[in-house]
């Protein structure tokens, strides 16, 4: 039998605005489908990227993580994404202990006052932008952790075009690449030692340089992942999850009346329906073979991160459906998994509760204001705008009628 193939032109506009339709396609062909025009593999259903994901050595991201050879040996080369084995553990371990879980919870009540108080300025008037609330949220946030508490929001302006690099060869690409190049120009004007703190993301770094555990010429490099990759994945995600949530009324009102449970499995949920990060790509190191697809070494796949989290063998009938109470949603693949598994995963949760459960003690309604505005981007998904509008009461007591009881998540979480 010959291995599946398609004609989709997975990276045309048309595609990008609405991709599910196709995705329901490959996940219908085959466990891994040739994409004709593109030469590489995708893949499209969870339970395969979940297993391909904790598959390191058959399945690597150095020279594979991107489409192109031009971003994966002149941009990506280096860095904590496109590394593997030892490489990638030591450049790993540098900002692990800023970004655990216990660091994360010590800036909690930081965040969550930050979150009222850009919630209440942006909510004032009735009427907001979710992408401009949840953008100044998380450019304060990262700004300060790096170590730019003043920086100029400019210096990450281009940080979308950072992504639009992954993808093909097309027009975006060629677009993006000097956006791309410009903000790493940035940062290498910014981040120099005696800008930033000792106590910072950046600090950490430069500490991890003088001590001799990585070279001068990674710090940049590492810096680079970080800031692009927790600034636009976050905003994105929360705004999405602001649309989804004025877009389900009686979603809104679970959440209402007990933010503090469901503030973050509603984040999640909203991840697992439109992952902010559409795909990543790995290398094959050998020959093997992919639910009866045999594939050869050298060979590229497309891990379709945004297919997973509608997989209908993984989520049900109701796939397609917005339930802030769906059980386990968290073990969605939005945020990756094995070792590559995304490294701000606590800070993401902890930004995005703290603007829900500050939304929910302000506002008893939340609707859509407007189309919202969706990016097109080679990787990312979400949106430029989203005009919503809010009725500002007090939230009312917790009835405790939206729990649903617990039930045991399945083995494989990627969290
Ligand atoms: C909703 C928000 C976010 C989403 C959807 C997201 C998504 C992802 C995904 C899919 C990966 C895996 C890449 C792969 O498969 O090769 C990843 C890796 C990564 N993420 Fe996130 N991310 C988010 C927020 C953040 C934040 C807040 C940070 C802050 C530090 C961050 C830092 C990283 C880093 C450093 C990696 C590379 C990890 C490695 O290669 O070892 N991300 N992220």
Sequence with gaps: ????????????????????PSYGGLRGSGAAVLLEEYGVWAIPRHA????????????????????????????????????????????????????????????????????EQLVTQHTASGRFDAVALARHMVCDT???????????????????????VFGPHNARFEQALPLAARVVQALHEHLVREKVPAQSWMGAIFEAVDAGQIAESDAIPLASAYT?????????GLADCLV?????????????RDPTRWAVPAFHESLRLEAPIQGF?????????????????????????????RDDRRWGDDADTFDIRRPCNHQHLAFGGGPHLCAGIPLAEIQAGA?????????????????PVRVLNNLLRGY????????????????????????????????
């Design 1 to 20: 039998m010959s291995a599946p193939s398609s004609s989709l032109p997975l990276f045309d506009d048309r595609v990008l605005a609405d991709p599910y």
């Design 48 to 115: 395969d990227i979940a297993a391909i994901l904790k598959n390191p050595d058959v399945f690597a991201s150095e020279g594979g993580v991107a489409l192109t050879a031009l971003a994966n040996q002149e941009i990506l080369a280096g860095t904590v994404l496109a590394s593997d084995g030892a490489q990638h553990a030591k450049l790993r371990r540098v900002l692990s202990k800023q970004l655990a879980p216990r660091a994360m919870t010590a800036l909690a009540d930081r965040i969550a006052v930050r979150a």
């Design 142 to 164: 990262v700004l300060e952790l790096m170590g730019l508490p003043d920086a100029d929001r400019e210096v990450l302006a281009g940080a979308p075009a950072t992504f639009d």
């Design 228 to 236: 692009a990759a927790s600034i636009d994945t976050t905003v994105l």
């Design 244 to 256: 989804q949530l004025a877009q389900h009324p009686e979603q809104w009102q679970i959440l209402r």
């Design 281 to 309: 790509g790995r290398l094959l190191t050998q020959a093997t073979d992919i639910g009866g697809v045999h594939l050869d070494a050298g060979e590229q796949i497309w891990l379709l991160y945004g297919s997973a989290g």
């Design 355 to 371: 603007v829900l459960r500050a939304l929910a003690a302000r506002c008893a309604h939340l609707t859509l204001d407007g189309e």
């Design 384 to 415: 430029s705008a989203a005009p919503l509008a809010v009725e500002l009461t007090p939230r009312p007591a917790s009835s405790g009628m939206s729990a649903r009881p617990a039930e045991a998540c399945q083995q494989g979480s990627v969290t």
